[in-house]
């Protein structure tokens, strides 16, 4: 852990000190900034290895901050720690490619073990012993590079992502429970790890539409299940 090093980017002084004091009693390294434009510099010079970021930030806001990054790095954690809690910016977290949406008001100690969480998600994807590589229809997957190919088209995976696809993976042709995948790699049910949920099952279905062949059907009710006709 105290070689975990995480980049903060928060406007609000006290709320910053807070965390950083927080965090960096629990072993982490920390570099705290106040608006987007110095955290997108501190992250191309500092590599952190989580991200977290306030989305109503000065210069440049924390959704701005996290598309840039996302384009050329796929793989950094992002949690979002904000007070927009509308539905649609949830969701437009989870489409820019964060790892969790952390609301305020919030208690140091469900951030940490959010942290905590993510960061063992990434470790145990880094650590993962068993067979990687997957053939779904005309496509390969590729878990420790977090890439999806198709002859047309390569895509590089977000974390939770390559977490997703490779759950469906496993029970390839078998439906799987929206609670199971939401508790193992949210570790809670409700209404926004939900919504969320549904936001990569739409980018997932993007990425393989290039086969007709695959399928991620919806069953209501219950979750979903990958297909693939061939």
Same mark, same amino acid.
């Given at each position: 852990?105290?070689?975990?090093?995480?980049?903060? =980017?928060?406007?609000? *002084?006290?709320?910053?000190?807070?965390?950083?004091?927080?965090? @960096?009693? @629990?072993?982490?390294?920390?570099?705290?900034?106040?608006?987007?434009?110095?955290?997108?510099?501190?992250?191309?010079?500092?590599?952190?290895?989580?991200?977290?970021?306030?989305?109503?930030?000065? *210069?440049?806001?924390?959704?701005?901050?996290?598309? *840039?990054?996302?384009?050329?790095?796929?793989?950094?954690?992002?949690?979002?720690?904000?007070?927009?809690?509308?539905?649609?910016?949830?969701?437009?977290?989870?489409?820019?490619?964060?790892?969790?949406? =952390?609301?305020?008001?919030?208690?140091? @100690?469900?951030?940490?073990?959010?942290?905590?969480?993510?960061?063992?998600?990434?470790?145990?994807?880094?650590?993962?012993?068993?067979?990687?590589?997957?053939?779904?229809?005309?496509?390969?997957?590729?878990?420790?590079?977090?890439?999806?190919?198709?002859?047309?088209?390569?895509?590089?995976?977000?974390?939770?992502?390559?977490?997703?696809?490779?759950? #469906?993976?496993?029970?390839?042709?078998?439906?799987?429970?929206?609670?199971?995948?939401?508790?193992?790699?949210?570790?809670?049910?409700?209404?926004?790890?939900?919504?969320?949920?549904?936001?990569?099952?739409?980018?997932?279905?993007?990425?393989?539409?290039?086969?007709?062949?695959?399928?991620?059907?919806?069953?209501?009710?219950?979750?979903?299940?990958?297909?693939? #006709? *061939?």
């Amino acid at each position: 852990m105290k070689d975990t090093k995480i980049l903060l =980017v928060e406007d609000d *002084k006290s709320l910053n000190y807070l965390i950083e004091e927080s965090l @960096e009693s @629990e072993g982490y390294s920390l570099v705290s900034v106040a608006d987007g434009m110095e955290g997108y510099d501190a992250y191309y010079s500092g590599k952190p290895d989580l991200i977290i970021l306030d989305i109503m930030l000065p *210069k440049l806001d924390g959704f701005s901050l996290a598309r *840039k990054i996302r384009i050329s790095d796929k793989s950094t954690p992002i949690i979002f720690l904000t007070a927009k809690e509308q539905k649609k910016d949830i969701v437009e977290g989870f489409k820019i490619g964060c790892d969790d949406y =952390v609301l305020k008001p919030f208690s140091l @100690e469900e951030l940490y073990l959010r942290i905590v969480a993510v960061l063992r998600r990434v470790k145990n994807q880094l650590n993962n012993s068993e067979n990687n590589d997957y053939s779904i229809g005309e496509y390969k997957f590729l878990v420790n590079r977090r890439a999806l190919t198709h002859p047309k088209e390569a895509f590089e995976l977000t974390t939770r992502e390559t977490d997703v696809l490779q759950y #469906l993976c496993r029970n390839l042709n078998e439906r799987v429970s929206r609670e199971d995948i939401l508790i193992q790699f949210w570790e809670r049910s409700d209404i926004y790890t939900s919504r969320s949920l549904d936001v990569f099952i739409s980018k997932l279905r993007k990425y393989l539409s290039h086969d007709d062949s695959i399928k991620i059907e919806s069953i209501r009710g219950y979750g979903f299940k990958l297909l693939v #006709l *061939k």
